[in-house]
């Protein structure tokens, strides 16, 4: 998880930026807001979400697909795990 290290602070950051949005929606509900407004903060969320997979995969594919040395079933191991992981996001 040497990828994740490197950029700790970063996506520390993103996290509590989520972490914000969805304690906004959970206040949006409670007091019974708008359903647009609601529906806009849970998009938000997804969108930060997103970004925050996609920062973590771009980092995982570079350092543990593009790493040298790796064999051919190792990195076929590679390439299922994150097959597997993207199958399971995308549902």
């Known amino acids: 998880m ?3 290290s490197k950029e700790k602070k970063q996506l520390l950051t993103r996290v509590r930026k989520i972490k914000g949005q969805a304690s906004a929606l959970e206040t949006a509900l409670e ?7 609601i529906l ?3 998009a938000a969320i997804r969108g930060a979400v997103n970004g925050l997979m996609a920062e973590m ?7 543990h697909l593009g790493a040298e040395g790796l064999t051919a ?10 097959a ?3 199958r399971s996001y995308m549902k």
């Open 40 to 42: 806009q903060q849970i």
């Open 2 to 4: 040497a990828h994740a």
């Open 57 to 63: 995969m771009e980092g995982h594919i570079r350092e």
């Open 84 to 86: 597997t992981l993207l």
């Open 73 to 82: 079933q190792e990195r076929q191991v590679e390439v299922e795990q994150i």
């Open 31 to 37: 007091q019974e807001r708008d359903c647009l407004a």
